[in-house]
């Protein structure tokens, strides 16, 4: 295994408060065993999200310091435009405040009721902003993607018969655009490779449909591009960014994940016309086109991240942390999803807890459990979040899989850190046995995860 060797030194430290497993306990109850329901301050290492949550260099902070926040024309915008361009190649740049906000102006430009928008897997925002709508959100990823085993180096790809057949099926006038997540999140943060891009761009021009990317971890696929497609090795990784973005028209862009900040998203495209009712749109509800909802020195931490995200040494130990991770619990015998993902490692809740039915949440319960033994957090990706109740007969239809999602945040966890959330896992996985059911006992009627409480089944299986 190789360890990852962090290519940055710590200058400035936030203190961690360690916490007792009494006290986890105690919290984990009061919360109705929902874990975004705890402090964040009792949580000793937070693998919730890596969305937000990376540190900022001494660039990007410097950078803040020199944020312009005239109402129009900051200097700032204009940097972080050349920025994107320079990356990314579209005409048009308009920042938002996050990603959501780019899917919502994309989406609410060019969808109307009846249409369909075709991608890998929808990431549950870009899914809700286009069913919003009234449009269908389409998943045409290879059927490898829902095999937990199946270790193919170009997980995220597209399935180019199916999404003829959906373009057949449907029309071309129903579908205004076709989208690729890379890296695809819902399928396990795995990357498309650029043959499948420069494949599917092929297949769209064919109907004349545009293309375009939900470009948040835009990096780490070029990263793994270079990795592990032929011909890439040499290149540099902006090179490989700047061919990937040239097949596409436009993309939607998180900077929470590759943007390394902590709040920005933006959306560039090529389209003058969709440009100029999408920045209309944009003075109504984000801000002036030249701060889209963001303040000018978040513009200019943006502007840095881009380009620091690029660099090769970091990119290369932010892939090899999650992998390090990913290998020693691989080793442990701990049950996890193959291959190992560019942003997070996901634990197999059915194998790791095979006592607990899909009934009794068997992902939200060893979230739980980890919390409450290690002070560790991750999320629940299982029944939780999207098991459903059949609109007919009510009944409760569980998803295929159960996962708890370890996301590693970018530049925070130092190695020893992250080997001691491989080490309590190992132990926890060793007493897997002590690990209860839980009951639902409250769920909102949307987005049910967020607020959902519980109750733990402890005399069933002590
Ligand atoms: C693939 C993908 N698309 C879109 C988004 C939405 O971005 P934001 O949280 O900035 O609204 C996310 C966030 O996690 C994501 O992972």
């Given at each position: 295994m190789?360890?990852?060797?962090?290519p940055?030194?710590?200058k400035?430290?936030?203190?961690?408060?360690?916490?007792?497993r009494?006290?986890r306990d105690?919290l984990?109850?009061?919360a109705?065993?929902?874990?975004?329901?705890?402090p964040?301050?009792s949580v000793?290492?937070?693998l919730?999200?890596?969305?937000g949550?990376?540190?900022?260099?001494?660039n990007?902070w410097?950078g803040?310091?020199l944020?312009?926040?005239?109402?129009?024309?900051?200097?700032?915008?204009?940097h972080?435009?050349?920025?994107?361009?320079?990356?990314f190649?579209y005409?048009?740049?308009?920042?938002?405040h996050?990603g959501r906000m780019a899917e919502?102006?994309?989406?609410?430009?060019v969808l109307?009721?009846?249409?369909?928008?075709?991608?890998?897997i929808?990431?549950d925002t870009?899914?809700a902003?286009?069913?919003h709508?009234g449009?269908?959100a389409l998943?045409?990823?290879?059927k490898e993607a829902?095999?937990?085993?199946c270790?193919?180096?170009?997980?995220g790809?597209?399935?180019?018969?199916?999404?003829?057949?959906?373009?057949?099926?449907i029309?071309r006038?129903?579908?205004?655009?076709v989208?690729?997540?890379?890296t695809?999140?819902?399928?396990?943060g795995?990357?498309?490779?650029m043959a499948n891009?420069?494949?599917?761009r092929?297949?769209?021009?064919?109907?004349?449909?545009?293309?375009f990317?939900?470009?948040?971890?835009?990096a780490e696929?070029?990263f793994f591009?270079?990795?592990?497609e032929a011909?890439?090795?040499?290149?540099?990784v902006?090179d490989?960014?700047r061919e990937?973005?040239?097949y596409?028209?436009?993309c939607t862009?998180?900077?929470k994940?590759d943007?390394l900040?902590?709040?920005?998203?933006?959306?560039s495209?090529?389209?003058?016309q969709?440009?100029?009712d999408i920045t209309?749109?944009?003075?109504l509800?984000?801000g002036f086109?030249?701060?889209?909802?963001?303040?000018g020195?978040?513009?200019e931490?943006?502007?840095?991240g881009?380009r620091e995200?690029l660099?090769?040494?970091?990119l290369?130990?932010?892939?090899?942390?999650v992998?390090y991770?990913?290998?020693l619990?691989?080793?442990?015998g701990v049950?996890?999803?193959k291959?190992i993902?560019?942003h997070?490692?996901?634990?197999n809740?059915?194998?790791?807890?095979p006592?607990?039915p899909?009934?009794q949440?068997?992902?939200q319960a060893?979230?739980?459990a980890l919390?409450?033994?290690?002070g560790?957090r991750?999320?629940e990706i299982g029944a939780v979040?999207f098991g459903?109740?059949d609109?007919?007969t009510?009944q409760?239809m569980?998803p295929?899989?159960e996962m708890?999602?370890?996301?590693i945040?970018?530049?925070?966890?130092t190695?020893?850190?992250?080997?001691y959330?491989?080490e309590?896992?190992?132990?926890?996985?060793q007493?897997?046995?002590?690990?209860n059911?839980?009951?639902?006992?409250?769920?909102a009627p949307t987005?049910?995860?967020?607020?959902a409480?519980?109750?733990?089944?402890?005399?069933?299986?002590?």
């Amino acid at each position: 295994m190789k360890f990852p060797s962090e290519p940055f030194k710590i200058k400035v430290v936030e203190p961690i408060r360690r916490t007792t497993r009494e006290e986890r306990d105690r919290l984990l109850r009061h919360a109705g065993y929902n874990l975004f329901q705890v402090p964040a301050d009792s949580v000793y290492v937070d693998l919730l999200t890596d969305s937000g949550t990376s540190a900022m260099s001494d660039n990007q902070w410097a950078g803040m310091m020199l944020g312009d926040e005239s109402y129009a024309g900051s200097k700032n915008y204009f940097h972080f435009e050349e920025v994107v361009r320079s990356i990314f190649g579209y005409q048009h740049v308009i920042p938002t405040h996050q990603g959501r906000m780019a899917e919502n102006l994309l989406f609410s430009t060019v969808l109307k009721p009846g249409m369909c928008v075709p991608n890998n897997i929808h990431f549950d925002t870009t899914r809700a902003n286009v069913e919003h709508q009234g449009a269908e959100a389409l998943d045409v990823v290879i059927k490898e993607a829902y095999d937990p085993h199946c270790d193919v180096p170009f997980k995220g790809n597209m399935d180019l018969l199916r999404l003829e057949h959906a373009i057949n099926r449907i029309g071309r006038d129903r579908i205004p655009l076709v989208m690729i997540t890379i890296t695809n999140n819902s399928g396990g943060g795995q990357p498309v490779s650029m043959a499948n891009i420069r494949e599917t761009r092929a297949l769209v021009n064919r109907y004349g449909i545009p293309l375009f990317f939900d470009a948040c971890r835009f990096a780490e696929n070029c990263f793994f591009i270079k990795e592990r497609e032929a011909g890439y090795a040499e290149k540099p990784v902006i090179d490989i960014a700047r061919e990937l973005f040239g097949y596409g028209d436009g993309c939607t862009m998180s900077a929470k994940k590759d943007g390394l900040v902590n709040i920005g998203g933006f959306l560039s495209l090529n389209n003058d016309q969709w440009a100029q009712d999408i920045t209309n749109l944009l003075i109504l509800v984000e801000g002036f086109p030249t701060y889209g909802g963001l303040a000018g020195r978040d513009l200019e931490a943006m502007a840095r991240g881009l380009r620091e995200v690029l660099d090769e040494d970091y990119l290369s130990f932010r892939i090899g942390q999650v992998r390090y991770l990913g290998e020693l619990l691989d080793q442990g015998g701990v049950p996890i999803v193959k291959p190992i993902g560019g942003h997070a490692v996901y634990l197999n809740a059915k194998e790791f807890l095979p006592h607990i039915p899909a009934s009794q949440f068997p992902a939200q319960a060893l979230a739980c459990a980890l919390f409450r033994e290690y002070g560790i957090r991750g999320v629940e990706i299982g029944a939780v979040m999207f098991g459903k109740h059949d609109a007919v007969t009510g009944q409760v239809m569980y998803p295929e899989l159960e996962m708890v999602r370890l996301a590693i945040p970018r530049r925070v966890y130092t190695n020893m850190q992250i080997t001691y959330v491989a080490e309590s896992i190992i132990a926890l996985y060793q007493q897997r046995g002590m690990i209860n059911g839980l009951k639902m006992v409250y769920e909102a009627p949307t987005l049910r995860h967020f607020t959902a409480r519980f109750d733990e089944l402890v005399l069933l299986h002590t």
